[in-house]
């Protein structure tokens, strides 16, 4: 997941509020609905010793969500009376939460709003195709190609007029399976989806993927359906899940293979939070991995106000320039986060394969590679 767009929570220092909110079915009742989530958040922070501002910012921000139509909810994030960022949610929270800490509660969104694969659906016939991207947040058209329109159907006879007729409705099928597999790549290159789901008859889908350059082909799926029908929601979630899946089983197994030592004896991934704590002040962590249930995340690391300022004990902020007395007790998850964010780096919820694999890693639901350049 690319943690850029957090940047403006570590910009201030905290104390933040962090609330995170599920979406209602429309109904009569929504605003009413509304407005009692937002009460009730606002008072569970004003108990955990909020501001009155920033309560009744987040009171303000919550109720609004009656006019949206997100499907899933949003999180916010809010200090000094001021929401400071809002993004919305690709999966709904298990339940309404708020937070109120030194450091904005950021480690739920690796789950809620963190890998969001785009599917770019083309609906494949012999005339051509029309796409259209589909994610979490809903769908939208994205264009059509049209190739030849004519001579596309087959005759049964053997004559030899009739047989150049059918060389020519192959030449036509050939011509459009070409025209689309430009167009798709065109699209996904300017759409940045990250898988294609091809629609329609075998013999069409398979035309147009063996045209597709050869770096597309991983991210290529087919859809046994026929192209005049709209894809099912929970056929491109189907999907979707699959590829999270994937990828994060792919993260695991990179971290499983670097954790051995080089020749130089440096290891390329830890999961001790003493190592993990030290790589991230040296600024040597490429990915951080996550799993919300291991116990390491909710581990009480000491932070300053400077995202390099973070320490096990904290007698050692002191060798990082800061006063004891001016230290903040965090989550783990959350301060390293705050790091790989402030560094560049992404971070990946690997819950996905977890459960697929059965496998507790990293296992204490803190981990990473390493970069030594």
Known sequence: MDLAFLHPLYEHPGPWASVYVGSSAPSESMAHERSLTAAAVSHELAEQGADEATCRAVLRAVEELRHDAEPHGRAFFARDGQVVLDPPLTSPPPANQAFWSPLPRTAPLLELAGEDPVCLVAYVDRRGARFELRGALGGEDAGAVAGRQWPLHRTSTSDWSERHFQLRVENTWEHNAAEVADALAGCQEETRADLLILVGEDR??????????????????????????????????????????????????????????????????????????????????????????????????????????????????????????????????????????????????????????????????????????
């Open 204 to 373: 069409e889908r398979h035309a147009v993927r063996d045209r597709l350059p050869q770096q597309l082909l991983d991210r290529v799926v087919e859809a046994p359906h026929g192209a005049g029908s709209r894809l099912l929601d929970e056929d491109v979630e189907r999907v979707r899940t699959e590829h999270v899946r994937r990828r994060a089983a792919e993260e695991i197994e990179r971290f499983l293979a670097a954790r051995s030592p080089d020749a130089e004896g440096r290891p390329g991934a830890v999961e001790d939070v003493a190592e993990l704590v030290e790589a991230a002040r040296e600024h040597r962590i490429d990915e951080l991995l996550v799993r919300p249930e291991g116990p390491d995340t909710h581990r009480a690391l000491w932070v300053g106000e400077d995202p390099d300022q973070v320490a096990v004990r904290r007698t050692e902020l002191r060798t990082l320039g800061l006063a004891e007395d001016h230290a903040l007790s965090a989550r783990a998850d959350d301060a390293l986060l705050r790091s790989v964010v402030t560094t560049g780096a992404p971070a990946i919820s690997v819950t996905a394969a977890a459960e697929a694999t059965e496998r507790e890693v990293p296992v204490g639901g803190l981990g990473a590679l390493l970069r030594w350049k």
